[in-house]
């Protein structure tokens, strides 16, 4: 069996690693809200879109924040 080395990942590249996820994330949300709700009917600007998706962004780093804090808690 090999060993599984441990290799942490420094503050810096976490930084920016999670800056990115939360770049793309957002301009993910505005694609999907300039697409998928006319689909359904709303009529939505870009910069409907864009609010909703920074709205949304918001509340994802909220979830994810507390979801690692209790994850960390119960370590």
Do not use: C
């Not at 503050?11 to 949300?29: H, L, T």
């Not at 694609?31 to 609010?51: E, I, M, Q, R, S």
């Amino acid at each position: 069996l090999k060993a599984w080395i441990l290799i942490r990942q420094s503050r810096k590249r976490s930084a920016v690693e999670a800056i990115m996820n939360v770049i793309i994330g957002y301009m993910v949300a505005v694609f999907a809200n300039l697409t998928v709700l006319p689909a359904f009917g709303y009529n939505v600007t870009l910069f409907d879109g864009a609010a909703i998706g920074l709205a949304f962004t918001f509340i994802s780093l909220i979830r994810s924040y507390v979801i690692r804090r209790v994850f960390n808690y119960y370590d």
